[in-house]
């Protein structure tokens, strides 16, 4: 909780907003991987810290007060942070299809307040 009772810190709203985007991405991307990559998550994570432009505007975003480094093996640690922290952890990556759902229903209001409480809650 934040400084007053019943907030939420904006550096859990960051973290929440940027796990649940990379997600987005990662599942964007796994689908429509080119032939040339390896087709492993770990190499997919890799490639989207190193060459991803959405990816960059993301992680900007969402670290307010660092900067994106431009060499690529320091991008390269950033995928595998993001690998070992989002995707392989598989309490995290089952939300991706369900998250995925909302945005091709185009149910912005859920999706927003996903974003906004930290929390992803199933409707029934």
């Avoid at 992680?59 to 070992?84: A, F, M």
Wanted: aromatic share 14%; hydrophobic share 35%.
């Amino acid at each position: 909780m934040g400084a007053k009772k019943g907030t939420i810190p904006q550096s859990t709203k960051n973290r929440v907003w940027f796990k649940y985007s990379t997600l987005f991405i990662f599942k964007l991307l796994w689908e429509n991987q080119k032939k040339g990559l390896k087709k492993t998550k770990r190499s997919l994570c890799i490639f989207m810290a190193q060459k991803n432009r959405t990816f960059r505007a993301l992680w900007i975003k969402s670290h307010p007060k660092k900067t994106y480094p431009k060499d690529l093996e320091e991008r390269k640690y950033i995928g595998l942070d993001v690998y070992h922290n989002i995707i392989a952890d598989m309490r995290r990556f089952k939300d991706l299809d369900y998250l995925h759902n909302i945005l091709a229903r185009k149910d912005k209001k859920a999706f927003f307040y996903i974003h906004d409480q930290g929390k992803l809650k199933k409707k029934k």
